[in-house]
């Protein structure tokens, strides 16, 4: 059984910065198509980067240059590092794990959501202020 369990989130101010960590159980990460989603209140889930196992990597425009996916397959470990940060990033963080993906699903993965990945964590709160 799958297992993912997300840390890292916080509050900070605006142009700030914060680390998010998935310690993923249950899997070979090396052969998983990973991501990370967000939903702020209100307002459906979104896509905000997706890695395939190969390292090759996807990002919503909004988070373009600023954050960055990265995973570390032998602790089962999976990474965002945001930057740069702007209120409207705020929200709770998922990290998803899914079926191996190639660029046309990594875009699909991001366009609805994250509909189609397998296993979910329980999330991590981001909280970005003025």
């Known amino acids: 059984q799958v297992q993912l369990a997300e840390s890292g989130g916080g509050s900070v101010e605006t142009g700030g910065s914060l680390r998010l960590a998935c310690q993923g159980s249950g899997y070979t990460s090396s052969s998983y198509c990973m991501g990370w989603f967000r939903q702020a209140p209100g307002k459906e889930r979104e896509g905000v980067a997706v890695i395939a196992s190969d390292g090759s990597t996807t990002y919503v425009d909004s988070v373009k240059g600023r954050f960055a996916i990265s995973q570390d397959n032998a602790k089962g470990t999976l990474y965002l590092q945001m930057d740069t940060l702007k209120p409207e990033d705020s929200g709770m963080y998922y990290c998803?794990?899914?079926?191996?993906?190639?660029?046309?699903?990594?875009?699909?993965?991001?366009?609805?959501?994250?509909?189609?990945?397998?296993?979910w964590g329980e999330g991590t709160l981001v909280t970005i202020s003025n």
């Open positions: 998803a794990a899914g079926p191996p993906c190639n660029p046309t699903r990594r875009w699909a993965l991001l366009k609805r959501g994250g509909t189609g990945m397998d296993s």
